[in-house]
């Protein structure tokens, strides 16, 4: 966590960052010496954890998405967010072939150059197959040829 804290320090020299913290990963940075550094401010801001909705709302003005949450990896693609998972596998691999996500690592070595070439190089904003919102659709048409 420390290294991850570390990284995105020094990306918020180049891109405001807003984290939505949980408050058991704030005592985590806490206890790791992180917090003092980003809590004063500056372009890395810690905030409260925020609704389902608004959450949407920040990542959808977000000019790139730092996560390792695999949900968040997903509902950025949808939402045509370049994402970097801070992870060294994911379980959502057809954002990595498809161009909107790229994985990290978890450490400010692995981090940086890729958030680095993330703010110079286009993400891919093609969908995956059948991640166009109409799955619930599909279904009913399935289940209404069972008769």
Known sequence: LKGVIEALQEA?????????????????????GALPSCANGGNLRLV?????LSFLGLMGGARLVLTDS?????????????????????????????????????TPETILPVFADALRSRFSVDLPPLWDGLASDRIAETLLSLG
Request: aromatic share 4%; hydrophobic share 35%; net charge positive.
């Open 70 to 106: 695999g949900g968040i990896q997903a509902e950025s693609t949808i939402l045509g967010i370049p994402c970097l998972t801070l992870r060294d596998s994911t379980e959502y691999t057809i954002t990595l072939s498809h161009g909107t996500n790229r994985l990290a690592g978890t």
């Open 48 to 52: 409260p954890p925020m609704s389902y």
């Open 12 to 32: 918020a020299r180049e891109l405001l960052l807003i984290f939505p913290v949980h408050p058991r990963t704030k005592a985590r940075i806490e206890a790791s």
